[in-house]
C-alpha cells in the first residue's frame, strides 16, 4: 500500500493531473517507498485522498500498467510489478531536488516544545533545572585545566579508550566510594557524554519498539522523549509524598513485564521527592525477584539541604539489577558533559560498545580537568557553596508560595535538587497560564510535559538559576495567574499529551 | 517458539533436570521473552538441542500445562498459555541473579576485533590511522583555551544549543568557506560530538533493520560497524585509482535502490585515493536523479600534500542531496571530539533533534577554544607543520614499499590524508601475517576489515603516527613475514567477514 506520508500532487505547476500522479508514483518506486508485490490503493480511494477525479487515478494506473510498471489482477487490485524497467530520469533533466520526509525511516524524535516569548521582560527563569552560570567557578576550574593540560597533556587530546581513560575511571571509583557509598569494580563504569547520553545507551541496549518500561509518574521529560523515539511505550507508576507505590509497582511488573523501571529515587525531577528510606531496598528486591533491571538516575544526589542524601539504591544488598548513572551536571556544571553508569560486567560491556558505534569515544580532557578540581578540594568548597546558594533560593520558594499561593493548592518540599511541584485544586488552561506569566517574565513548566497521563493540576518550579531576591516577585505574578485561571475555569486536556523535552 | 540464546540448564547444581527445565520456561515467561500464545519446541527438539532424554521435556511441557501455564493442542503443539497465573520468586528466596544476554533487545553492535599484543617490543604503528601525539599543539591550544574561558567563559560551561552555539556556527560557516569552498546557510549546519556521531545520527535518521546502503568497497570499518548495529545492509560498489566506478554505481542505484550512498570522496580511508575530478559532479547529478542521498565524509580533505584537495561535492552545483560530514579530528586532534554536519535544512532539523534525544548537546568550550585557535592563526601554523611531517612520511613510506616489498605487490599513492592500501599478488593468512609482525612490534590493518565483500589480497598501512625514521624499519619486517607468508600460501577466506572497528 502506499505508506505514509501520503503522496501529493503539485497543482501549481503545468501539466495534467494524471501524469503528475504517474510520476510521483514512479518516483516512489524508484525511492523504494513503494516496492515490488506492494499493492496500491484502490482508484476510489486515492483519489478521495488526493481529491482529484477518480478518472484521474484510473489514466495514471492504466499508463504504468501499459508501461509494465503495475501489473492489475482481476479482484485482487493493483501492484507494483515484480520486475519493473525503471529508468531515472534523462541526463538533461533537472533534478527535482530531494523531498527529505520521505527519505526519512529511522528513529523518530518528538517535536521540540517551546516557551512563549518573554517579550523584553526580564526572565524570572522558574522552568530551567539547571544550575545558576553565576557561580560557576570559572577561574578554578581553568586552573585544572590547565595544570592537567601542562602535565602530560598531549595523551588528553588524542582519541579515549571507550569505556574512559584509566586514570579517570580510577579517580571515580574512589570518589563514588567518598560520596555516594558506591563500591564498584574495573568493569563496571562507564563514561559517557552526561546522563541524557546515559539513558540514550540503555534505551538502544534493551528497547524494541513496542516494549514496555514503568516509569515514576510524573518523570524526566527528557528520559520520555528518548522512549518516544524507540517507539517504547512508558507506564506511569503512581507516586506519593514517599516516591513510587510498591503495591503499584509490583502489580505492573506482573501485568505488564517491562523492558526495565526508570526512577529517580533522589530528589526527583520533577517532584524533588525521594524514595522513602523503606521502599528503596524493597523496590530493588522485588525488581530482582521478577529479574527487571532498575535504572537509577541520581543526577541531583549530591545537592541535598537537610542533612546527608539518601544512599543511592546501587550501594545497597542485591542491587546487582541496578544501572546507576551519575554526572555532575548539576552539581557543578553541565558544559562538561560528563556522565557515568555503573552496572554488572556484562551490560557495561554491551553499553560500551553501543557507545562506540555511537561516537567512538568522549573527551578524556574535560573529565581530566573535572578530576584534578575534586582531588585539589575545588569540587568539595563548590559544592558547599551551591548548597547554601540552591537552600537558600528552596527556603524563598516554600515561603513565598506559603504566602501568595490560592487556597487549595499544594507543592512537594524537596530536601535536596532544585526542582518541586505545584498541585492547583482544579486543572487549568496551561497555554493560557504559560502566555500570561511570560508576559510578566515569569516561566514555569506544565504538569502534563511530565507526565505519561494526567498532570493537568501539575506545575514544575525550578529555584536553581533564579537570584534568590527575585524568587518572590515571579511566586507573586504566577500566583495571581494561577488564580485568574482557576477563576475562568480549565479546559479539558487530552488524557495524553505528547510529551517532549523542555531546556532540562 | 523460544527465541535465542537457547536455554541452558545448569547440571551443576542439584535437583532433577525436568524442574530445572520447567523453572527456565517460567522465567523467560516472567521476562516476556516467552510471551502468551507463543508456540514451545517440540519435545523431541528441544531434547536434542538440549541433549537431555525426551521424557524430560515432556515431564517439564506436562507439569506446566497441568498448573494451567502451557496449554496442549492435539497436532497443533504447545503453547504459552493466553492467561498465565504466574508468581514472582518467594519473597525468602534469594534472587538468582540476572541474566543479561536475555535483556538485551536493541541494538547489536559487532564483537570488537583486536590486534595481537606486541609483547615488549616497541610498536611501530603502521595500524593506527590517528595524527601523530607528538605533534599536537598543546600549548596554543591551552592558551586558547585560556583566552575563551577569561573572556565570557561561564556561559561556555552551560548547555550549548543542540545545533551548537551561535558564535561557533558563525566561524564554522566563514572557516568553511575559506578553507573548503563551502557556502552554507546558518541553518545548514549541525555541531556534534566527531564524525563518528554524524554518522551514528544519520544512520538513525535514514536507516530501517534490513535496508540497503552503498558504500565505496573499502569503506571506514566504523561506517561498516554502524550499519551493522543498524542492521542495515551495505553493497560495495567497486572502486579504482579513481575512486567507484559510476557505470557500477549506476546500476546498484537502479537494482538496489538504497536509502543512501556513503562515500569519502577526499584521500579516502583505507585507500588515500579520491574521488576522479571527473566523476565528482557526475556522482553528484546521478544520484540527484535518482534522488539518493550522499553522504560525504570529508574527515581529512585538509591534509593534502600535493598541492590543493579537490574540493568537496558538497561545494559543486546540484549538490542539495549531499550530506556532508567534517571534523577537526585528523588535521588537529581527536581529543575535541568534534565534528560538523552540512545538510538541507529539513535535513539538520531532524538530525539535530535525534541529537538532542542521544546527548542533548556536546561541549561548548571546547569548540570555542578550537575557534580561538583558528582565528588566531594557530591552526594554521599547525596544519602547515603536519603536512609537512606527513607528506615526508608518506614518501618515506612509498620509497620503502619500493624498495622492500615483494615483487607482484602494489600499493596506492595517497596525495593527502594519512593512510595507503597494498595489494599483494595472492591471498595471504591475515591472522598469522599478523601475528608474526607482531612479534617485531609491527602492526598493520587487514584488508577483510574494510571490505563488505573480499579484501583477502589487501591490508592498510597508516604513516601518521608512526616516525619518519620508523618507517623503513616496519616495512622491511612488513615484506619479510608478506613474502615468507605468499610461500607458504593463502587460506581460503570465507566470502564476507564480519567487519569491525580497528581503532580508528
Partial sequence: ?????????????????????????????????????????????????????????????????????????????????????????????????????????????????????????????????????????????????????RNGGRSLLSYAPVGG???????????????????VGPGEMLVVNGSQQALDLIGRAFLRPGDTVLVEDPTYTGALEMFEALSARPVGVSTDEGGI???????????????????MPTFQNPTGVSLA???????????????????EDDFDGELHYDGEAPPPLKSGPDSQGVIYIGTPSKMLFPGLRIGWILAEEPVIERL????????????????????RFAITGGLERHKEKVRAAYRARRDALLGALERHMPRGCTWSRPAGGMTLLVTLPAPVDF??????????????????????????????????????????????????????????????????????????
Same sequence: chains 1, 2.
Avoid at 39 to 56: D, S
Avoid at 246 to 260: G, M, V
Avoid at 361 to 369: D, K, V
Wanted: hydrophobic share 35%; net charge positive; glycine share 8%.
Fill in 1 to 149: 500500500m502506499l505508506d505514509q506520508p501520503i503522496m501529493a500532487i503539485d497543482r501549481r505547476t503545468p501539466g495534467p493531473l494524471y501524469r503528475k500522479l504517474k510520476n510521483e508514483i514512479l518516483r516512489r518506486i524508484r525511492l523504494g517507498v513503494l516496492r515490488p508485490g506492494d499493492r496500491l490503493p484502490p482508484t476510489r480511494q486515492l483519489a478521495l485522498e488526493l481529491g482529484v477525479n477518480r478518472g484521474t487515478v484510473s489514466a495514471a494506473y492504466d499508463e504504468l500498467t501499459g508501461d509494465g510498471i503495475l501489473e492489475s489482477h482481476v479482484g485482487r487490485g493493483t501492484f507494483v510489478a515484480a520486475l519493473i524497467p525503471l529508468e531515472p530520469l534523462a541526463p538533461g533533466d533537472r533534478p527535482p531536488g530531494y523531498r527529505w520526509p520521505d527519505h526519512f525511516a529511522g528513529v523518530h524524535p518528538p517535536e521540540p516544545r517551546n516557551y512563549p516569548s518573554t517579550g523584553d521582560k526580564p526572565v524570572i527563569a522558574l522552568h530551567r533545572n539547571i544550575p545558576d552560570e553565576s557561580l560557576f567557578p570559572t577561574d578554578g576550574f581553568r586552573e585544572s585545566l590547565n595544570e592537567v593540560l
Fill in 431 to 504: 497555554d493560557a497560564l504559560l502566555e500570561n506569566t511570560a508576559r510578566e517574565g515569569v516561566l514555569f513548566t506544565p504538569g502534563p510535559w511530565f507526565y505519561v497521563s494526567g498532570g493537568d493540576r501539575e506545575l514544575r518550579l525550578c529555584f536553581g538559576s533564579v537570584a534568590e531576591e527575585a524568587v518572590e516577585p515571579g511566586v507573586i505574578v504566577l500566583a495571581r495567574e494561577v488564580r485568574r485561571a482557576l477563576e475562568r475555569g480549565g479546559r479539558p486536556l487530552p488524557a495524553r499529551r505528547k510529551p517532549s523535552l523542555p531546556s532540562v
Fill in 165 to 183: 581513560h584509566p586514570e579517570f575511571l580510577s579517580f571515580l571509583r574512589e570518589y563514588l566510594r567518598e560520596n555516594r557509598r558506591l563500591e
Fill in 352 to 371: 560500551g560498545r553501543i557507545k562506540q558505534v555511537a561516537d567512538l569515544s568522549g573527551s578524556q580532557l574535560l573529565p581530566a580537568a573535572f578530576a
Fill in 245 to 263: 507505590r510498591l503495591e503499584d509497582t509490583e502489580r505492573l511488573f506482573a501485568r505488564e513485564r517491562p523492558k526495565f523501571i526508570y526512577v
Fill in 277 to 295: 528510606s523503606g521502599r528503596r531496598e524493597a523496590l530493588v528486591r522485588l525488581a530482582a525477584r521478577y529479574e527487571i533491571p532498575v535504572i
